[in-house]
């Protein structure tokens, strides 16, 4: 460092600099090595692994691809997942059109969307960590979005533990499912005349 610091404001300062970075890194490369070394990873159900950004909402978005899906929809395929860094980490927006849902508005897309085609149930699923369930508000904007998808839907709000859901039990929809990752082999059913299923759109 000494020779470095010895040189700036002199003309050797940039080559001075350009050893230096070159022998012991950048601050800015290490922040994002050390940022990397923590990203989620992603296993679909093909076997192939993507990487979200650090943080408990990725986390459980992990537990609704891994455990969720298998349990609640086994052989179903991963249509969307978002991510808050890169926006999204799978986005199959060929087969997304090809069941007619938008995809022109990813920010309005819950956060993980699977695809059964064995039943052609579509599962909106919002991963909930500090807000965001399946509200009546979000319901009618999802049911309205999906009008042309040709694919039946089932809205579910993912929480880490059951605690978290009580937090926001008296917002969540009706005719929806709730999934909480430390109890993952159960649903909690908000009332209709069927469990895990979808119900036609009001109106139709």
């Given at each position: 460092m000494?020779?470095?610091?010895?040189?700036?404001?002199?003309?050797a300062f940039e080559k001075e600099l350009t050893e230096f970075i070159n022998r012991f890194g950048s601050l800015q490369e290490a922040y994002r090595r050390s940022r990397e070394g923590l990203?989620?990873?992603?296993?679909?159900?093909?076997?192939?692994?993507?990487?979200l950004s650090p943080g408990e909402h990725n986390v459980?978005?992990?537990?609704?691809?891994?455990q969720l899906g298998p349990r609640f929809a086994p052989g179903a395929s991963v249509l969307y997942v978002g991510d808050t860094a890169p926006k999204h980490v799978v986005y199959e927006a060929d087969e997304l059109m090809r069941i007619g849902v938008p995809i022109t508005e990813h920010d309005k897309l819950p956060d993980v969307v699977l695809y059964w085609s064995e039943k052609n149930w579509l599962f909106l699923v919002?991963?909930?960590?500090?807000?965001?369930?399946?509200s009546p508000k979000r319901h009618r904007e999802l049911e309205k979005m999906l009008h042309d998808c040709t694919a039946d839907q089932v809205y579910v709000t993912a929480f880490h533990k059951i605690h978290d859901f009580?937090?926001?039990?008296?917002?969540?929809?009706?005719?929806?499912?709730?999934?909480v990752a430390d109890n993952p082999d159960h649903m909690i059913h908000f009332n209709g005349p069927k469990f895990l299923g979808p119900y036609k759109p009001r109106g139709s």
């Open positions: 000494a020779p470095l610091l010895k040189a700036y404001g002199k003309r990203r989620v990873p992603l296993t679909l159900p093909r076997g192939s692994i993507v990487y459980l978005q992990v537990a609704i691809v891994e919002e991963a909930v960590t500090s807000h965001g369930p399946v009580r937090k926001y039990a008296a917002d969540i929809a009706w005719e929806t499912e709730v999934w």
